[in-house]
């Protein structure tokens, strides 16, 4: 079966699960032993939290993760440095492509928000941030900072439907969360994470990083669509730049320098992509 990102349909958030085998018969976390389901090539799905890593943090809406590896089960202290590989592997890449995980709760986590028993379904966050730490036993720990998301209506999270129409609007946060879509998704798979306008493209451990870019905001009052000729695919650098309109891009496809009007290159296409010029006339007529 293929791997599903976002929400089980007919399994809401505050969902009562009595055992992890009642968890992956309904779909929402897979594996029955491992706390973090995803692979390194497509990221992480789901993950369980339940109190079995001392580095471990539960705020309610952020959960600070520790990965998985170089951990005794018994005392659950750290005995080795963990490695980014497997489902830490797997919670990275989510972060870089912003897709949504399912959170569950178990019983043995921070009482505040766990349940009193079973697991429960907390909903989808995304992976907002991770990096490496020396956890409280003195060794090596991956982390990751998952933010619950605020579901805006009409989204489709990546490894959804087929790309569609649907507004919906950007999420921020402390960090800069730039969530992913199927068609944002598709876009950047499309120019294999290649800037449109500077041709750089950005390695990670997990992989490529790219953003896509709305060129025609979403959200009100713009209402820019989540289509393919509504998309491109750029470094964090030119995504910002555009959404502040440092540069803007001519009918004849260039890029143009907004404040000096000079042309800086043309933007790279790729076969079966091309912007559409009435959402790029929208966002020149939004710095004029
Ligand atoms: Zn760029």
Redesign the pocket.
């Known amino acids: 079966m293929p791997r599903t990102f976002g929400s089980i349909s007919a399994v809401p958030p505050g969902a009562i699960f009595n055992s992890r085998r009642e968890l992956a018969d309904a779909g929402v976390h897979r594996p029955l032993q491992a706390g973090i389901s995803g692979s390194g090539a497509e990221g992480a799905d789901s993950i369980v939290v339940s109190g079995g890593y001392e580095d471990d943090a539960d705020y309610g809406d952020v959960v600070v993760y520790t990965g998985h590896g170089g951990n005794d089960p018994g005392s659950g202290k750290q005995v080795a440095d963990q490695i980014l590989e497997r489902g830490n592997l797997a919670l990275a890449r989510s972060s870089d492509q912003g897709l949504p995980v399912r959170v569950v709760r178990g019983a043995g986590g921070d009482p505040a928000f766990s349940p009193a028993s079973g697991y429960r379904y907390d909903g989808l966050f995304f992976v907002a941030e991770y990096w490496q730490d020396i956890g409280k036993s003195g060794y090596r720990v991956w982390r990751f900072r998952l933010v619950q998301d605020q579901p805006s209506a009409n989204e489709t999270p990546a490894g959804g439907p087929a790309p569609g129409g649907d507004p919906g609007v950007k999420y921020s946060t402390v960090q800069r969360v730039v969530r992913n879509t199927a068609v944002t998704q598709w876009v950047k798979e499309l120019h294999d994470f290649v ?1 449109q ?2 041709g ?1 493209r950005l390695q990670t451990d997990s992989g490529g990083y790219a953003e896509g870019a709305h060129i025609r905001p979403r959200g009100r009052p713009h209402n820019g669509p989540d289509v393919i000729k509504n998309v491109l695919c ?2 964090p ?2 995504h910002v730049r555009l959404d502040r309109g440092a540069i803007v891009i001519s009918d004849a496809l260039e890029v143009v320098d907004r404040r000096t009007g000079t042309v800086e290159t043309g933007l790279r296409l790729a076969r079966g992509h091309r912007p559409d010029l009435q959402f790029l006339a929208y966002q020149r007529s939004l710095w004029k």
């Open positions: 800037c306008v500077c750089e750029l470094c650098n030119d």
